[in-house]
């Protein structure tokens, strides 16, 4: 994780002053679940300021949500490294799944085919692996 204190979780603005144009073809990040079931439950605000409704949605259906809300907190902060730049705040990020159950990204309201994303979690870590290619940085 890329945030020390998740009550005050960083925007997109703040982040973008000196990584814009970095980085960029690969994304690789780690959660711990309990952290965002703790800041979730301290912050009212976090679920809805960083995840999409259908997100939360699909996360708030499982028996067990935080593994998945986790793995979609990675994936956002995977997806924001393989992109390589901060013009893209989180919630700009999201993950949805096709009939397979196969994670896809979508920036900003748009597919994003260029980006591929793989998720995996436990009930104590989620991690998430991004890659961007051809045109996307
Ligand atoms: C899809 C599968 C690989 C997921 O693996 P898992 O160890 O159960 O779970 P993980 O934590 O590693 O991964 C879960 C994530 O995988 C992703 N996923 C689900 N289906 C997927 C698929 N078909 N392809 C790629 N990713 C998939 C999702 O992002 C999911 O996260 P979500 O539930 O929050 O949306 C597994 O459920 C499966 O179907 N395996 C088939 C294995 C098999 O056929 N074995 C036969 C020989 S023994």
């Not at 690969?26 to 703790?38: M, Q």
Request: proline fraction near 5%.
């Amino acid at each position: 994780m890329t945030w020390t204190n998740p009550a005050t979780l960083p925007k997109a603005s703040r982040w973008s002053k000196g990584r814009a144009g970095r980085g960029g073809g690969l994304g690789l990040d780690i959660v711990e679940v309990s952290r965002i079931k703790t800041v979730a439950r301290r912050t009212p605000l976090f679920l809805s300021r960083v995840f999409a409704p259908e997100e939360i949605r699909y996360c708030r259906a499982k028996k067990k949500p935080w593994p998945h809300f986790a793995a979609r907190f990675a994936a956002k902060e995977a997806v924001w490294k393989a992109l390589g730049h901060g013009g893209v705040a989180l919630k700009d990020i999201r993950v949805e799944r096709d009939v397979l159950g196969r994670p896809y990204v979508l920036v900003q309201g748009r597919v994003r085919r260029d980006l591929e994303l793989s998720l995996t979690h436990t009930e104590r870590y989620a991690a998430a692996v991004a890659l961007a290619s051809g045109n996307s940085r």
